[in-house]
Nanobody, 125 residues
Framework: QVQLVESGGGLVQAGDSLRLSCAAS????????MGWFRQAPGKERRFVAVVNYSGDDSYYADSVKGRFTISRDNAKNTVYLQMNSLKPEDTAVYYCATLRTGYRDYEDEREYDYWGQGTQVTVSP
């Protein structure tokens, strides 16, 4: 069984920064790509970013490219999402998840097998 626990969410103003963390246990963390998704009120959950197993490759949704950075520390079994220049439209519950195998189709949430409980990020104008 894999457990993912997100933290770092909160209420900030537009232009501020936040860093989300996702601590993993129960699986060989360094063997799986990790992704972040978000779900705004009344909307579907959407892909935000993914990082490969070693941390040397990543991919971002267009909406966050240039503002968000995903990284991982395999020694700490933790993946991070640094969010800068936050906008009100970034308001959502943010989830981390483990990619089931490989490093493809990572924008499709069906390819992820374990999910955290989510952390709320609220950005005021």
């Amino acid at each position: 069984q894999v457990q993912l626990v997100e933290s770092g969410g909160g209420l900030v103003q537009a232009g501020d920064s936040l860093r989300l963390s996702c601590a993993a246990s129960g699986r060989t963390f360094g063997s799986h790509a990790m992704g972040w998704f978000r779900q705004a009120p009344g909307k579907e959950r959407r892909f935000v970013a993914v990082v490969n197993y070693s941390g040397d490759d990543s991919y971002y949704a267009d909406s966050v490219k240039g503002r968000f950075t995903i990284s991982r520390d395999n020694a700490k079994n933790t993946v991070y999402l640094q969010m800068n220049s936050l906008k009100p439209e970034d308001t959502a519950v943010y989830y981390c998840a483990t990619l089931r195998t490989g490093y493809r189709d990572y924008e499709d949430e069906r390819e992820y097998d374990y999910w955290g409980q989510g952390t709320q990020v609220t950005v005021s104008p």
